[in-house]
């Protein structure tokens, strides 16, 4: 970016006079940082190499039991919190190559820690409203950036990985602790109260409807199921009932709602449904 003008455009420059000059000069600045140089160092600037993994502590298995009324606001802010990620990871691998020494800390890890300390209060405070109130959940806010960055430097650049911060450790010590405490350990079966044999009579025009949500409450097992036995080993002693077991009994009084509406619409609407919704493991 230092080399001298063409000479045809130095008669331009010249011509047009000091002030263009000094619009030149500042695009050509301008284009230095956007490449990741500045007119000091050029091509030493150091940048983030390759694209990595984010990792970030798994918060689940960490939280005490969930009150009923809380467990629909904890779950989207679960789901949020694994959405934040793969956003965060996109940006990784759209962004190699590019920033100085912590474009990664400044622009990817320290925006997704002020969001997921958000969402974890807001889980906290869900919590919060119909039990004890957990604290210091902002502990397991900090992601790293796995050891895999780094590899496959530009030609050119001067690579360094982001450091490994020791938060990694701590958190996967937090998680093993859990697992001895008694996390998902084997693979069960989930067992839920059947709902058909519970129902009243069922008016012809409802009968559609409460059908496709029986055969909902089937696949919502199923699906509990498959990710009983594709977590086995993992998360704390809360586990299983944070991150499978209530998120069905949710999605199951969803259903059973529906159910119930829809048979009150011609018929008496049947009460007490909602006592089928919570699922247990078998062993």
């Known amino acids: 970016m230092s080399r001298a003008l063409p000479k045809y455009n130095k008669r331009r420059v010249a011509m047009i006079g000091g002030v263009s000059a000094v619009v030149l000069s500042g695009a050509l600045i301008a284009g230095s940082a956007l490449a990741g140089e500045t007119p000091e160092n050029g091509a030493q600037a150091t940048t983030k190499a390759a694209a990595g993994t984010i990792s970030c502590p798994e918060v689940a298995s960490q939280l005490p039991a ?3 009324s809380a467990q629909a606001e904890v779950d989207r802010n679960l789901a949020l919190l694994t959405t934040q ?22 622009a990817i890890l320290g925006p997704l820690e002020d969001k997921r300390i958000a969402t974890l209060n807001r ?35 001067t690579a360094t990985a982001e450091p490994e911060a020791p938060a990694t450790e701590e958190a996967g010590g937090a998680e093993d602790a859990g697992d001895a405490a008694g996390g998902n350990t084997a693979a069960g079966a989930i067992s839920c109260p059947d709902v058909a044999s519970q129902l009243p009579a069922i008016p012809a025009s409802a009968q559609a409807e409460v059908d496709r949500n029986l055969a909902l409450l089937d696949t919502q097992i199923d699906e509990a199921d498959k990710r009983l036995n594709e977590t086995v080993g993992q998360g704390g ?6 991150a499978i ?27 007490g449904l909602d006592a089928l919704a919570a699922c247990t493991l078998t062993e």
């Not at 889980?123 to 960055?149: N, Q, Y």
């Not at 077991?245 to 009460?271: F, M, N, V």
């Open 66 to 68: 969930i009150p009923a």
């Open 85 to 106: 990620i793969d956003e965060a990871d996109k940006r990784l691998n759209e962004t190699v190559g590019q920033g100085g020494p912590n474009f990664v800390q400044n």
């Open 123 to 157: 889980i906290e405070t869900a919590i919060g409203r119909a039990a004890e109130k957990p604290e210091g959940l902002e502990a397991f806010a900090t992601c790293t950036l796995d050891a895999g960055a780094g590899a496959g430097a530009g030609e050119g650049d």
């Open 237 to 242: 002693p809360n586990f299983v009932q944070n």
């Open 245 to 271: 077991l209530g998120p069905l009994a949710s999605k199951r009084t969803a259903a059973i709602d529906r159910i119930a509406i829809s048979i009150g619409r011609t018929a008496e609407k049947p009460q």
